[in-house]
C-alpha cells in the first residue's frame, strides 16, 4: 500500500496516471480510486507525526559544517531509524484515524494515549 500526501505537485494528473497504472488500487490519498485521503493530514501521515521531527533531532545533533556533510549526515541518520520505532509509528495510524474521526477532522494528538 502507497499512501500520496496529496501535495499539488503529487495531484497532477499524469502523477495519479503514473500512480494507476503502477499501483492499480494499492494506493491511498487525494484523488486516489480506491480510497480517498484527506489533504493536509499531518497528524496521519508516518512522516510527519514522527519520521521529520525525528530526523530532524538527530541530524542537529551533529555538528555540520557545509552541505555535503549534511546530506551525508541526513543520509546516515535515516539509516539508523530503529525499525522498531518505524513499526510502532505505522502501528498508531488505526489509533489516529479513530481520534481523526471521533474529533470530525480537528485536532486530535492531545488524545493520543
Not at 510527519?48 to 530526523?55: E, R, V
Request: hydrophobic share 40%; proline share 4%.
Amino acid at each position: 500500500m502507497f499512501q500520496q500526501d496529496g501535495a499539488p505537485a503529487h495531484f497532477a494528473r499524469r502523477i495519479r496516471g503514473i500512480l494507476n497504472e503502477n499501483l492499480e488500487n494499492r494506493w491511498i490519498g487525494r484523488g486516489a480510486r480506491l480510497k480517498e485521503w484527506p489533504p493536509r493530514s499531518p497528524d496521519l501521515t508516518v512522516c510527519d507525526y514522527f519520521l521529520w521531527g525525528y530526523l530532524k533531532d538527530q541530524v542537529y545533533s551533529h555538528n555540520i559544517t557545509n552541505l555535503i556533510q549534511l546530506k551525508k549526515i541526513i543520509k546516515e541518520e535515516i539509516l539508523k531509524v530503529p525499525l522498531e520505532m518505524i513499526q510502532d509509528s505505522v502501528d498508531s495510524i488505526l489509533n489516529r484515524c479513530a481520534k481523526c474521526l471521533e474529533y470530525e477532522g480537528g485536532h486530535f494528538e492531545m488524545f493520543l494515549g
